[in-house]
């Protein structure tokens, strides 16, 4: 455990850690997590950046997505464009197209693969307790050579890999729009991972903004 003593040199000196208060205190905060859900944190992204866009509560308590690209999170680069458009304006446009979409849904599904290492495993554990089972020599030897020999055919077999596989689950973005009506939370844990939707900064129409033609959306 670490000890705590007074004579102990601070991590973070008075200094320093009066300016990170302030630095913090300054920035534009997230909106809270128990309230307004924000059904496109993780499916929305910045077109000008590639950064993601994350929901801030800006003052006056409107809420916003904003650009905050970073590398550390996979971003080309750090985010200098500050791209940010209404909550509720950029919800409204995607809810409206997604009511619409006639998409189909894909789940990415692991189609698992086979290298007979259980298999493999087995006979190696069964070789270690051959001499427990207290047979005599010959029958031990024999059992011995069908163990290793019954090894060499498994490792001789054609492995293979598991993969992902993209596959349609039946329904449409539409119809899940429609089942998942009223349930922002759940409607959000279906996008993520399935869908990315890009939004410019330079166009004053959010419309036009959002729903260019080859933009709009992009399947994962």
């Given amino acids: 455990m670490p000890e705590n003593s007074a004579d102990s040199e601070p991590l973070v000196n008075a200094v320093t850690f009066k300016r990170a208060g302030k630095a913090l205190d300054s920035r534009p905060k997230r909106g809270p997590a128990t309230g307004h859900t924000a059904l496109l944190t993780g499916p929305l992204f910045c077109r000008e950046c590639g950064g993601p866009m ?3 509560n800006a003052r006056g308590g409107f809420l916003y997505y ?6 550390k999170f996979g971003a080309l680069r750090k985010s ?7 909550l509720a304006d950029m919800d409204a446009v995607v809810t409206d197209w997604l009511a619409l979409s006639t998409a189909p849904v894909i789940d990415r599904v692991w189609i698992p693969g086979n290298d007979y290492e259980s298999e493999i495993e087995q006979v190696n554990i069964s070789l270690l307790e051959l001499p427990a089972r207290g047979l005599d020599e010959d029958k031990e030897d024999a059992e011995r050579a069908k163990l290793r020999a019954e090894r060499r055919r498994l490792q001789d077999l054609p492995s293979t890999p598991g993969r992902w596989d993209d596959q349609e689950t039946g329904e449409t973005y539409g119809e ?3 089942r998942l009506a009223g349930d922002t939370t759940a409607l959000r844990a279906k996008l993520k991972g399935r869908m990315k939707f890009r939004v410019f900064r330079e166009v004053s129409d959010l419309s036009v903004r959002f729903l260019d033609a080859d933009l709009a959306a992009e399947m994962l």
Wanted: hydrophobic share 35%; aromatic share 10%.
């Fill in 54 to 56: 994350y929901r801030i």
């Fill in 66 to 71: 904003r650009c905050t690209a970073d590398p």
């Fill in 80 to 86: 200098e464009c500050r791209n940010m458009v209404p």
């Fill in 176 to 178: 899940m729009f429609a």
